[in-house]
Structure formats: C-alpha cells, structure tokens
C-alpha cells in the first residue's frame, strides 16, 4: 500500500496551488554526477531525479489534513528558497538559523540551506529568547527562518544584540521586521539559480551541513559542526544495521531540531527512498499512527512508555470478563516473550492460551497501531526492561541505539531482527567503539563531529587522536555489545530525551534567601524535581511571621505551607527557562548535604548520584 493509499486526504485539504511549496524561477538540470557523493546535497538531488513525481512526503497541516508532497515538488521548493538565500546575500558558508516547529517549510529551509552551500543553525521551538540569543550570537547566523509570530516575537526582542544578523523571515502571519517566506523567494532571479547549482558542484563532504547546539554541565551552550560527510557516514551504517527500503512508510514527530529524528529519521529515510508521514506535533500520535499505518517509527522512551500505558488502560476500561481477558493475554504474552528472549521453553498451556490471545486479544491492539509496524526505534535516553518486554510480546521489537549529537546521533545500534535487549547494540558499519581505563565510552568513525564551533579548547577536551570521549560509562560484552552504566557528565536526560544541565536552575532556586542549595533531579523521568535544603534561619524567621510552630527542623519542613512556600520559590526561579528545564515538584529537607556521607563535594558541590540514592523513598514520592 503506498503511502497516498494509506492517508487519505482529508476533504478541503490543501489544493496543489495552495500547499506551502516555494517554486523556483527557472530550474537547471543538476546530475548527481556533477555532486560529491558523499554529500547530502548529492543525495536529495539524486533521489529528486530517480523518483520524480512520486510521494516523498504527506504532511499534516495545523488544520489537521494531509497532502502529499512528490520528491520533484519537495527538490523544487529547496532550490527556490536557495536562490531566495543567495539573493539576499547569504554566502558560501553563511550559518541560516531555523527556529520552527516541524512542517513542510522546514525541510524547504534546511534542504535549501544545503543547496546554497551554506549552514543550518537549528533551534528548539521550546527555545526562550535567552537560548535564541545565545545561539544566534555565537553562531554569528546572518538569516533566520522562524514558523509564526510568536517565535519571531522571540528574535525581535533580542536582535539588536545579535551583530551578525541581516535577514529575518517568516513562513506564516507577519511580524515586525521580518519578510514573509514567500515574499523572499518570490525576489529570486534565474541568475540566483544558476548560483546555486554553482554551490551546489562545489559542496564536498568536508564541508560543514549543519551546527547544533547542545547544553553542557554549565549550561552554556556548544555549537557542535557536522560535515556532509558525517551526516551521510552515519545514514550509511544505520542503513546497514537496520533494514529499511523504498518500500517502508515512515511516520516523524519528534522535533528536527534534534540530531535523532533529522538524521535517522529524514537523512536516513531520505537516503532509503522512504516515504515519510510529517506529523504536526506529537498531541494525536496515536490517530496518526492508525491513519498512516507506518511501517517505521522513531521514538523517545516516554512516547513508547505512554503507549503503553494507553493499551493497558484501553483494556482495562472495557471492564468486567473483557477487561481480565485481556490484561491476561498481556500479561501472557510479555511472558513468553521473556521466556523466548531467555532461549527457554514454553509451558504448553502458556502456549495454547496464545493462541487464543491472538485471536481475541493481540492482533487488535496491533491493528490499533497501524498493523504493519516493523520497527521502533528508540534512543536519547534508556528504555525501561517492562516496556521492551511488553511491546516484544505483542510481535514489536523496539531497538535501542546510542550516539550523542557530537557523533551524527546514532554511533551503535541494535539490529531489529535480532535485537539484544539491555544493549545498546554494536557499533554500525565504519566505526569503532571501546572502554577508556576509567570506564569512559569513546567511540571513532566518519561520523564523530568536527569539533566544536570556535571552541578549540572544549574540541581538544573531548577529540583526541580521533576518538570521542562521549562522557558516559558502559561495558563492552565479548560480541561488541555496548551496555550504558552511568553517565559520567552531570547531564540530566529526561525520559522525553530532553538534555538538560542541572547546575544553572539549582543556581536560580538557591538565589532565593529562603534556601541554601538545591539538587535538581529528573535523570530518565517525566519531569524535573527538587530537593530543597532550607535557610533554616531564615526559614525560622518566616514561619513565625505565617504563625507557623513547630517543635524542630524536621516538623517545620512538613508543615504544609512550608512546602508550598518552597514549591512556589522553585517555579518561580524556572519560570522563564523552557517548559521541559521547568520544576514540577519539589521535597523540602531538614537537613544540609553532608560531605562526610559523600554528598558533597570538598568544595560543597552536590554528587547527584548520591544524593540520588540517599534520598531515593523522597524522590520516589514526588513521582508517585
């Protein structure tokens, strides 16, 4: 079934001269021949040209309706905003930040980028105005691209601070001081065309595709530069590890900006001859995934872990006989595949009551998901042994791979067909990956970063004789099977596959006066906490204003508006960072962090991991 079978365009959908495509002014033949293979900008072209006018893409629009979008009409856009670029005088080289939500025009921008020799800057449409600053500044972009007025709003109001940058776009509504998308490639000449194919012949595999930036332990943000040929190297071996063809329907919504979707997700697709399904945003993934049916799918572990939670709770709101029946036929089914996994042999009863589970139970919560799912993918961050189990007994392996945004995304996977639970897989095809004396993965290959972006200290930090210091700690089984232990960098990541560095929110909270130190915890969870140790005297001199007494430290902290108090101090001082950095809970202590119980540092910083375990029934409770 092709992918313009599977979705259906809804009624009023988009006409062709209506769908959000730029068209160029004049069109030159460009053949991959002319291109460096190795280079993605080769790739797009010569997939434009092998297929033609069939379906690359279907996009959902912000009204809820697909359309569908050919490999011709998709290259065709690109060029146009190319030329566009090149007409308002982005040079070879030029970094084009894209601050938008996924959609059609952030392919056009990105691909487009790429065609005029030039650098996509990608930012998280979450960003705040601080982030986008940080990024443009460093970045020294000289256009950005933004989606709607409110993400314009966020670069006006610092852009006068942002020296480099000379052309602001937008691709729906109006702004102050920016042109409309449509307004600017409209301005392209055949003249701009012909410049682009110029580019285009020059782009080899050492240039720079793209820089993303990515939070360290400070906060403060590193440009990380991919080349062509990373980018490409890294397609290449996850093709080889996972098998993917022209064939397989895809579905994609995570965000773009991040190294994980973009490159294993579009490159890769693109590369394979998938086609792709663009869903606006992740709020109706599971009506998404029934209309398209896909046949691929890339996840973080709270998406397949809320799926999961949604089939259970399906059944489980059927009530009475129905309800038992088919918590049992999961229950069953996990099992077998446990006993499976374990090369152990099936009880026959297990074995006979499959049978009738599949019948009445398993192949319509397949069906649920679309039917044809071959493969999940999940990565930034570790899946829970539960959820892989769960999804395995229903016929679905979910394959986890490792990589950071300095190694292209994914640096190792698992093979699907075959796929090692507990793993991360092995390195793909090209690459290396072995354990530093202190237990410190580094891993070697074509796709591992240039450096960082006029950071030649923090490049050297980390790059050495070409092997990646990725800052996690794993194990190498005698297969080449990787197993991540622990993280050796303070780098909290969500659940959600958030990156986010504790240290400068811990630094807000404890601005306040009510509060001496704070230890921010949400390493694999949904959301972000706090453990709280109080200004005791402080603490002391505020209850007795609220007539508030207690007979020690310990019932003072568990008076209820003392935690509200405290609550209050902690969403306050997150208020202005991205919704996912925000705190949601907070556990106020009677007591400090204690260097002699290893909770701290000789110079007083907090070892999270300690703490971590010390306060484990705390931080459980701010879950439960």
């Given amino acids: 079934m092709t992918v313009a079978e599977a979705v259906q365009p809804a009624a009023g959908s988009p006409s062709p001269d209506n769908r959000p495509l730029l068209r160029p002014p004049a069109l030159l033949p460009l053949a991959p021949v002319d291109l460096d293979a190795d280079t993605m900008v080769a790739v797009v072209v010569g997939q434009a040209q092998r297929y033609g006018d069939r379906v690359s893409l279907t996009v959902k629009d912000a009204g809820a309706r697909w359309y569908p979008v050919t490999w011709r009409e998709q290259n065709d856009s690109a060029v146009a905003f190319a030329a566009a670029a090149v007409h308002a005088g982005v040079a070879q080289g030029d970094r084009v930040a894209l601050l938008a939500e996924n959609r059609l025009e952030w392919l056009t921008v990105d691909v487009g980028t790429q065609l005029a020799g030039a650098v996509t800057v990608p930012i998280y449409a979450s960003s705040t105005a601080d982030m986008v600053e940080q990024i443009l500044v460093d970045s020294e972009a000289v256009m950005v691209v933004c989606s709607t007025p409110a993400q314009a709003a966020k670069v006006n109001e610092i852009r006068d601070r942002c020296g480099a940058l000379k052309t602001a776009v937008l691709m729906e509504g109006t702004a102050e001081n920016f042109q409309s998308l449509a307004d600017l490639a409209a301005a392209a000449t055949h003249d701009d065309v012909e410049t682009v ?44 590890r996972v098998p993917v063809t022209e064939n397989d329907q895809g579905i994609s919504f995570l965000p773009w900006a991040h190294v994980y979707e973009r490159v294993q997700g579009i490159f890769a697709g693109m590369m394979a001859g998938v086609t792709a399904a663009v869903a606006r945003d992740i709020s109706d993934i599971g009506g998404d995934v029934r209309a398209v049916r896909p046949t691929l799918m890339n996840g973080v572990p709270r998406v397949w872990e809320k ?61 649920g998901l679309g039917g044809r799912m071959r493969v ?128 400068p929110i811990e630094s807000l909270i404890a601005h306040d006066p009510l509060v001496v130190r704070a230890a921010v915890i949400g390493d694999k969870r949904k959301y972000l906490v706090a453990l709280i140790v109080p200004d005791f005297d402080n603490l002391h001199d505020w209850a007795k204003k609220q007539g508030i007494t207690a007979r020690d430290d310990s019932e003072l902290v568990k008076d209820r508006r003392v935690a509200d108090m405290y609550t209050d101090i902690a969403v306050r001082a997150s208020a202005k960072l991205a919704r996912y950095e925000t705190i949601k809970r907070v556990a106020v202590l009677d007591r400090d962090f204690d260097p002699d119980q290893g909770e701290l540092t000789p110079t007083l910083k907090v070892k999270r991991r300690v703490v971590a375990e010390h306060f484990a029934d705390v931080i459980e409770s701010l879950y439960s």
């Fill in 197 to 240: 194919a110029e580019r285009a012949k020059k782009v080899t595999k050492n240039d720079p595709l793209t820089i993303i930036y990515t939070s360290g332990t400070t906060g403060v943000p590193k440009g990380v530069v991919l080349t062509h040929g990373n980018i490409v190297e890294s397609c290449r071996g996850i093709l080889d």
């Fill in 307 to 367: 799926m999961q939670e949604a089939i259970v709770s399906r059944i489980r709101d059927e009530g009475g006989s129905k309800a038992a029946i088919g918590l049992k036929a999961l229950e069953d089914a996990t099992t077998a595949a446990r006993l499976r996994r374990q090369n152990k042999p099936l009880p026959l009863a297990l074995r006979l009551r499959l049978q009738l589970w599949e019948r009445l139970v398993l192949a319509k919560v397949r069906a």
């Fill in 376 to 503: 999940f993918s999940s990565g930034g961050g570790p899946i829970g042994m539960p959820t892989l189990e769960f999804f395995d007994g229903l016929g679905i392996a979910i394959t986890e791979g490792y990589g950071l945004t300095e190694t292209s995304g994914g640096i190792t996977a698992n093979d699907p067909r075959d796929p090692r639970f507990g793993t991360v897989g092995r390195a793909i095809k090209g690459h290396e990956v072995r354990i530093a004396q202190d237990g410190e993965i580094l891993v070697k290959g074509p796709a591992v970063m240039q450096g960082y972006f006029r950071n030649q200290d923090a490049t050297n930090d980390v790059l050495k004789d070409g092997w990646f210091a990725t800052g996690d700690i794993g194990e190498l089984d005698a297969a080449g099977y990787l197993r991540i232990t622990d993280r050796k960098k303070d780098l909290i990541v969500t659940a959600g596959g958030k990156n986010i560095a504790p240290q």
